[in-house]
């Protein structure tokens, strides 16, 4: 396949996939305002600086100690197998090959054993607190002996969001697929539901909504495991975070499938990274579809970000090459920005080399 940048994947896996699956991995909540409004970084402007020795650009950065190739990594996305056959396992092999992290999914449609048995890459685990903390424990304990590197506790889903599309389809996990890293507890329930409302109801019964900063720190007494806070959008949250106890902070807004009308994460990303005050390094995801928005979000303090549907729609279109390709361009796109912004190297991006809405008023020339 000609690709040449990876939105155009997307329009490939809707080709591909069933409408219900395509829907699935491409909505956002209820008037999908968020997931149009996280395209911001297109009005963010770049201020790059000239006649700087770009001759060599070095784009490998540490996260959690571990050294990867790029900051770039892979964000949880739930059933990949609905994209493609070989779905996490393909992930998996990719994220390894570039050298950068992958986060598997709590509901994914490959277990944390199978994921294990891929190969060797740094892998972190992304986790509901359910009501059961007795499947928690057995998941982080799974997690730890597997060797994943860290827990991503998602924070902004005490409740599933209203995604129209799934309702309308009547989404439901297809019949030959299983949660697997649930398949040795008893959830046969789920996989007997007919639509999307019963999904939601019994999703919903597990997840435990009584959900507080506390659960955060009982979280570290039952593993050694860093553990990073997802979905976190405000600057309060950030320093409650902080004081809970995280060794790190995901501004998400779940892809826009929660809760819609928040800002767009490039948005909100500042605030958080403002208020944590460089004591926890800072990520983000949503909406990253160029190597100039992960440059954006790095010159507005981010340590890294994450990505989901690129992964989804590469996945679909081509497999695990489709990734590798996707991953590919991202890196190369990043490097070429750093060099037209006189950056050799990931430390030399700062808050000067970006012009956000915030700033324009400030520099505006006066009539």
């Known amino acids: ?3 040449t940048n990876v939105s155009e994947y997307e329009a490939i896996a809707k080709e591909k996939l069933p409408k219900m699956i395509y829907d699935y991995f491409a909505s956002g909540a209820e008037d999908q305002w968020t997931l149009k409004e996280n395209n911001a970084f297109s ?16 784009l490998t950065t540490t996260v959690l100690g571990f050294k990867i190739s790029m900051p770039i990594m892979i964000a949880p996305t739930a059933a990949q197998k609905m994209a493609h056959p070989e779905g996490e396992y393909a992930t998996a092999r990719a994220a390894s090959a570039a050298g950068t992290i992958m986060t598997l999914s709590s509901w994914a449609t490959s277990s944390i054993e199978e994921i ?27 997690a730890e002996k597997a060797g994943f590197k860290a827990i991503l506790l998602t924070a902004d ?31 046969e329930k789920l996989y007997k539901i007919k639509d999307n409302g019963g999904l939601i109801s019994v999703t919903n019964g597990l997840y435990d909504q009584s959900l507080t900063w ?13 553990i990073l806070v997802k979905g976190v959008l405000t600057a309060q949250d950030a320093r409650l975070a902080i004081q809970a106890g995280a060794s790190g902070i995901i501004v998400s ?25 460089g004591r926890v390094p800072i990520f983000m995801d949503g909406g990253v579809r160029r ?12 340590s890294g970000v994450f990505i989901g549907r690129p992964v989804v729609f590469s996945l679909a279109a081509e497999g695990e090459a489709g990734i590798r390709k996707a991953l590919k361009m991202l890196h190369d796109e990043l490097e070429i920005t750093m060099a037209l912004c006189g950056c050799p190297s990931l430390k030399d991006i700062t808050r000067d080399h970006v012009v956000t809405e915030r700033d324009r008023p400030r520099i505006a020339p006066r009539l």
């Open 1 to 3: 396949m000609n690709i």
């Open 43 to 58: 009005r963010i402007m770049f201020r790059p600086r000239v006649l700087i020795d770009v001759s060599k650009i070095d």
């Open 116 to 142: 294990v048995s891929t190969g060797p890459g740094i892998r972190f685990l992304q986790l509901y607190l359910l009501k059961d903390r007795n499947m928690v424990t057995q998941l982080v304990r799974r």
């Open 157 to 187: 889903s005490p409740v599933i969001g209203r995604r129209e599309a799934d309702i309308k389809n009547r989404f439901i996990l297809p019949s030959y697929l299983r949660m697997k890293n649930f398949e040795v507890m008893d959830l």
């Open 214 to 226: 506390k659960d955060v720190k009982w979280l570290q007494t039952i593993t050694p495991l860093p």
């Open 253 to 277: 807004n779940h892809g826009a499938r929660q809760l819609d009308y928040v800002p767009a994460t490039i948005m909100a990303l500042e605030e958080v990274v403002q208020a944590a005050e």
């Open 291 to 302: 190597g100039t928005d992960v440059f954006k979000a790095l010159a507005l303090g981010a």
